[in-house]
């Protein structure tokens, strides 16, 4: 058994507590679903926002799906000029038998063109 970073980020429509937990919970289902990830698998996850998103936490759309024992944390991405803005991002450390390029990364609405050569959905 390997453990595999799986990535995936997304946007938020706004700064409310709402779009937050909305985005965030549709793109870790989308993570899930894609890589077969059950919760007792997870080492743990780590969820960044833009410095435009501070309503909410995005792991606690992790803790509404259930992942009560897993370790997460959040984080603020470095403001970089021209990047994107309304970003989520997830990082999950997943404990499993599949090799690295069998890993689906997963970049939804505002964030698909961010690693266009990485993602598969």
């Known amino acids: 058994m390997w453990c595999r970073g799986i990535r995936g980020a997304t946007t938020a429509d ?3 507590r709402e779009d937050i ?3 965030s919970r549709e793109l870790l289902q989308d993570m899930i679903e894609a890589n077969d990830i059950r919760p007792e698998e997870v080492a743990c996850a780590l969820f960044t926002t833009t410095s435009d998103l501070d309503a909410e936490f ?3 759309a992790a803790r509404q799906l259930g992942w009560n024992d897993v370790p997460l944390l959040c984080g603020k991405e470095i403001e970089v000029p021209g ?3 309304s970003c989520v991002r997830i990082l999950i450390l997943h404990n499993t038998e599949k090799s690295a390029e069998e890993i689906a990364h997963v970049y939804i609405k505002g964030a698909v063109n961010l ?3 990485w993602h598969n959905s």
């Open 58 to 60: 995005p792991a606690v």
């Open 83 to 85: 990047s994107l803005e």
């Open 115 to 117: 690693r266009t050569d």
């Open 21 to 23: 937990l909305q985005a």
């Open 14 to 16: 706004s700064n409310t």
